[in-house]
């Protein structure tokens, strides 16, 4: 069973940074892609990154230029840097990690992240 373990979640201002991580239980390049979601309170989750198993990256337009996704493989790892955020950005981030064969997705906990001055 494939665990995903979130962190670096929290308050912060308007305008400031957090980096997301998310530690995986096995190699992420057994996975087609992993990617991060965002769930705004009463909304359903959308993908805001992802990266593929060869390394190339997506970023939604609504947060393009102020997100980023990257991973260390040697620690299994994906990260979401979150730059100049906005309340908007307040809400739950998942990771997830996705296989191919067979088509199966995992989810994380989920981490907390609220943008409020």
């Known amino acids: 069973q494939v665990q995903l373990v979130e962190s670096g979640g929290g308050l912060v201002q308007p305008g400031g940074s957090l980096r997301l991580s998310c530690a995986a239980s096995?190699?992420?390049?057994?996975?087609?892609?992993m990617g991060w979601y965002h769930q705004a309170p009463g909304n359903e989750r959308e993908l805001v990154a992802a990266?593929?198993?060869?390394?190339?990256?997506n970023i939604a337009n609504s947060v393009k230029g102020r997100f980023t996704i990257s991973r260390d493989t040697a620690k299994n790892t994906v990260y979401l840097q979150m730059n100049n955020l906005k309340p908007e950005d307040t809400g739950v981030y998942y990771c997830?990690?996705?296989?191919?064969?067979?088509?199966?997705?995992?989810w994380g906990q989920g981490t907390q992240v609220t943008v409020s001055s």
């Open positions: 990266i593929s198993n060869d390394g190339t990256t």
């Open positions: 096995r190699s992420i390049f057994s996975f087609y892609h």
């Open positions: 997830n990690a996705r296989t191919v064969i067979p088509r199966k997705d995992y």
